[in-house]
């Protein structure tokens, strides 16, 4: 994920770890419609580990501290829990440090989505993510807000009460005022509910992975970065996205199509059947394909990473049934990403389910601060027989 980017969740319970090379303190706060909690007992810590709904598990040094967060077990009126971290070492700063926020099911512990806020320095603190309400469905944001005043600062932005530090003599400094942390050296109370052992490791492929071990496969929400050690980004990819009709001799015309976005998810402009090349040629799209059959892709799209102004952030890859035939009528959909100058296919990405919709969003391409790209496979359905009516649903998903 990518500051600003979000996903919906596709489970009710979830868990948020961050993980760094110092250990970290990470917390949650329970945030009502105005963001602000409703009294101290919604900020959920290290000293306060439970509350309606959310969780704190320490990592005991050893795996990183997590929290949990079961959005069906939240109390009426919370829509938001803001997820926070902040290195354990007094007065350390993120300057150097790179932490990453890994989404996971909370009960099978499958990754749904991995963020590292870019760019840190004097920050003592940061919201790293959020889980959020919105229309009814819950989602998970990436934020990476940072705080020059550590965590009681940004307890104190959302309405928790700190206690000031006693006055200390002239010569002593001050630490800047803080919620009742745990003590540096101080090992938790047996009563502070025991932490439980390091969470299993996921699955091979889950998570983000490169393609240091060649052809990825990708399974819905799974995410790989387009780059292998030792060599030069990639330069030139084309997306193929191919269908073929579930039932025997019943033809089907289905769009393909690639939005581009910039960095506020505004949208930039649309390639498709109708318009077969886009920022001046950086994106064409090989034309349409009327009845899905016979093998290989059906279209292609071709990307020219390199060629992209700096305006283009991310590229969601849709497909449209502009007859109204419904995906239910599709059998074997699938995308894959090829080296444009081998041939090599990279990524792929089979739709292993249909819903009765017009309009899929197959995967999307997001350009990272370093400057590589990463793909997430989507699979998400929605009703729009056009690309026209995909730059919505499609910037949200972003």
């Not at 959020?130 to 807000?145: D, S």
């Not at 040629?281 to 020219?304: F, M, Q, R, W």
């Not at 089979?350 to 197959?362: C, F, I, K, R």
Request: aromatic letters at 6%; hydrophobic letters at 40%; a negative charge.
């Amino acid at each position: 994920m990518t500051p600003g980017s979000n996903i919906p969740l596709p489970v009710t319970r979830v868990a948020v770890d961050v993980a760094a090379p110092v250990r970290l303190d990470v917390s949650g706060l329970l945030l009502t419609a105005d963001g602000k909690v409703r009294s101290d007992d919604d900020f959920i810590f290290y000293n306060q580990p439970t509350g309606p709904g959310v969780t704190y598990r320490s990592g005991a040094g050893t795996a990183p501290d997590a929290i949990i967060v079961d959005t069906s077990a939240l109390p009426p009126g919370i829509e938001k829990i803001v997820v926070t971290a902040s290195p354990d070492a007094a007065g350390q700063t993120f300057q150097g440090v790179e932490p990453t926020a890994t989404i996971r099911g909370a009960d099978d512990n499958s990754v749904l989505a991995t963020f590292t806020p870019p760019q840190l320095g004097a920050e003592t603190a940061l919201v790293v993510v959020e889980i959020y309400l919105r229309n009814g469905v819950w989602k998970a944001r990436a934020v990476g807000q940072g705080y020059a005043n550590g965590l009681a600062g940004i307890a104190t932005d959302f309405g928790v009460s700190v206690e000031e530090p006693a006055a200390a003599a002239p010569a002593q400094p001050v630490a800047p005022p803080m919620p009742t942390m745990r003590p540096p050296v101080t090992p938790p109370a047996p009563s502070m509910a025991a932490p439980p052992a390091p969470p299993a490791p996921p699955a091979p492929g889950a998570g983000k992975v490169n393609l240091d071990k060649g052809r990825v496969s990708l399974q819905k929400n799974q995410t790989v970065s387009l780059v292998k050690g030792g060599s030069p980004l990639l330069s030139q990819v084309k997306m193929g996205l191919g269908w073929e009709p579930a039932y025997r001799g019943k033809d089907i015309d289905l769009d393909a199509s690639v939005i581009a976005y910039g960095p506020q998810r505004n949208h930039i402009d649309s390639c498709y059947f109708g318009k077969l090349s886009i920022v001046n040629g950086a994106i064409k799209h090989s034309g349409d394909n009327l009845t899905g059959e016979g093998g290989g892709d059906d279209e292609v799209i071709t990307v020219d990473l390199g060629r992209l102004p700096q305006e283009v952030t991310g590229l969601v890859f849709t497909v449209n049934s502009f007859s109204g035939q419904k995906f239910t009528e599709v059998a074997k959909a699938y995308c894959r990403l090829l080296d444009a100058a081998t041939g090599e296919e990279l990524v792929r990405f089979d739709l292993t389910s249909a819903e009765p919709q017009t309009g899929v969003m197959m995967a999307k391409l997001i350009r990272q601060f370093t400057g590589e790209w990463d793909m997430t496979a989507m699979g998400d359905f929605v009703k729009a027989r056009t690309v026209r009516n995909m730059v919505k649903p499609a910037a949200q998903s972003l």
